[in-house]
Nanobody, 124 residues
Framework: QLQLVESGGGLVQPGGSLRLSCAAS????????IGWFRQAPGKEREGVSC????????YYADSVKGRFTISRDNAKKTVLLQMNSLKPEDTAFYYC?????????????????WGQGTQVTVSS
């Protein structure tokens, strides 16, 4: 059973940066497509970014394009989400999700494995 653990969240001022990590407990993630999602209080869960297992292609939501970067570190069995130029509207609980499929999506019901999430708060 694949288990995912997110880390790297915290409190940051607007314009700051954070790097989230999604780690697998026992398995490498290179055969899984990975998605990052977020949910703010009172809002629906939103797909932020994803990376495909087949060719490493990536997707970013318009709201984060140019500010967030998703990448793999297969040796460390992690997927990273580098978040720069953070805005207060980026405040949310962030989750990573994995599925053994070749192409990633930001449709949350297409992922079979989820981490417990990490809080990101952007505030002065």
């Amino acid at each position: 059973q694949l288990q995912l653990v997110e880390s790297g969240g915290g409190l940051v001022q607007p314009g700051g940066s954070l790097r989230l990590s999604c780690a697998a407990s026992e398995f490498t993630l290179d055969t899984y497509s990975i998605g990052w999602f977020r949910q703010a209080p009172g809002k629906e869960r939103e797909g932020v970014s994803c990376i495909s297992s087949s060719d490493g292609s990536t997707y970013y939501a318009d709201s984060v394009k140019g500010r967030f970067t998703i990448s793999r570190d297969n040796a460390k069995k992690t997927v990273l989400l580098q978040m720069n130029s953070l805005k207060p509207e980026d405040t949310a609980f962030y989750y990573c999700a994995a599925d053994p499929k070749p192409w990633c999506t930001v449709v949350d019901d297409s992922y079979g494995y989820w981490g417990q999430g990490t809080q990101v708060t952007v505030s002065s």
